[in-house]
C-alpha cells in the first residue's frame, strides 16, 4: 500500500510539474525598460542605428501605440508597467512617486500594490529574481523585496555621464551569466535624461538611442552565453515618450511608446494592431510565465502574438 501511495504521489508530481511547464511560453524573461523611450524615436531612427532592436522587431512581434497611462510621466507609468493597474487604482499621480497620493486598491503587505515581481514571489518561491537600475524609484516600485538581486546605481548626474553604456550593462550581463535569472527588469535612464537635457528627437537623444541599441545586443549576447537564449522572452517597453524638453502631457509624441515581445514562441515580424496599454505589459510577463493573474489587475495579456 506504502508503494501504491509513492508512486501515486510521483505521479501526481509529475503531472503537476508537466502542467506547470505547460502554460509557460517560456522559463526566463528579460524585460529591457528605457525610459523616454518614444515611438517617434524608433520611426525617425534608420534601421543601421538600431539593428540589435531592429533584429528584435524583425525576428518578434511590435507595436509603437503601446500608450501610457495618464500623466505620461515616469513613476506612474513604472507603476502601472509593473502592478497592472491604471493610474486611479495604483494611486501614484507624480513622475517621483514612491507612494501613492490616495490608497492603492491592493497592498501587498509593502506599501504598494502587488508587481509582477510580488505574484512571481508568491507562486514561485524559488525563482531567481532580478532588478538592475539607475534610477532608485524602480527599485521601490518594482517592490524591492521580492527580488534576489536588488542592484541600483547612478549612472548620470545632470550633463555628466558618470558610467558609459556598456559599464552598466555588463553589470546586468555579467548576472544574467551567473544566475540565469527566471525574471530580469533592466532598465535604462540615460534616455531621458538625453531628452530633459537636449530635447526629445534631437542629435543628442538619437545618439543615446544608438548607444543603448548596443546594450541590447550585449543583453542578447549574454543570453546565449549562458544557455538560455532558446528558453527566454525578451520584452523591451517604455515608460513614456517626450516633447520638446519634457513629458506629462497629453500629446501623442508623450503617450506613445515601443513595446516589442521576441522569443521563440512570438510570432515573427508581426507588427501587431491590438489596442495596448501600458499595464498590459505585467499581466503578459505573467501569461508568460504561466502565473495566475491577481483578480484586480486591469492588464490583459497580448496572447494572439504568441504561436
Not at 534576489?148 to 558609459?164: A, L, Q
Amino acid at each position: 500500500m506504502r508503494r501504491i501511495s509513492i508512486i501515486l504521489l510521483a505521479l501526481t508530481l509529475f503531472a503537476s510539474l508537466n502542467a506547470e511547464a505547460a502554460r509557460k511560453k517560456a522559463r526566463h524573461v528579460v524585460l529591457i525598460g528605457i525610459d523616454g523611450w518614444a515611438a517617434e524615436a524608433v520611426r525617425r531612427a534608420p534601421a543601421s542605428d538600431i539593428p540589435n532592436i531592429r533584429y528584435l522587431m524583425e525576428n518578434g512581434s511590435w507595436t509603437l501605440a503601446k500608450r501610457s497611462v495618464m500623466p505620461s510621466a515616469s513613476a506612474i507609468n513604472w507603476t502601472s508597467m509593473f502592478n497592472g493597474l491604471p493610474t486611479e487604482m495604483h494611486g501614484f499621480d507624480k513622475w517621483n512617486s514612491t507612494k501613492g497620493s490616495i490608497p492603492s486598491t491592493s497592498d501587498n503587505g509593502n506599501g504598494i500594490p502587488p508587481t509582477i515581481f510580488t505574484v512571481m514571489r508568491q507562486q514561485r518561491p524559488s525563482a531567481e529574481l532580478g532588478c538592475v537600475y539607475d534610477w532608485g524609484c524602480i527599485g521601490i516600485l518594482s517592490d524591492s523585496l521580492a527580488l534576489d538581486y536588488n542592484y541600483f546605481i547612478k549612472t548620470y548626474r545632470g550633463k555628466e555621464t558618470i558610467i558609459p553604456t556598456e559599464e552598466y550593462t555588463k553589470i546586468a550581463t555579467d548576472y544574467i551569466k551567473d544566475k540565469k535569472p527566471d525574471l530580469l527588469v533592466f532598465y535604462y535612464g540615460a534616455l531621458d535624461n538625453a531628452g530633459h537635457q537636449f530635447g526629445w528627437y534631437g542629435p543628442e537623444y538619437m545618439e543615446c538611442q544608438k548607444s543603448l541599441d548596443r546594450g541590447v545586443g550585449m543583453v542578447i549576447q549574454a543570453l546565449k552565453d549562458a544557455g538560455i537564449f532558446d528558453d527566454t522572452i525578451i520584452i523591451m517597453s517604455s515608460d513614456h515618450g517626450g516633447k520638446d524638453k519634457g513629458h506629462g502631457g497629453f500629446t501623442m509624441l508623450e503617450l506613445e511608446t515601443p513595446f516589442i515581445v521576441f522569443g521563440n514562441k512570438v510570432k515573427k515580424g508581426n507588427e501587431f494592431q491590438e489596442p495596448m496599454m501600458q499595464y498590459d505589459t505585467a499581466a503578459t510577463i505573467a501569461y508568460i510565465l504561466g502565473l495566475d493573474i491577481p483578480e484586480d489587475w486591469r492588464g490583459k495579456p497580448l496572447k494572439r502574438i504568441f504561436k
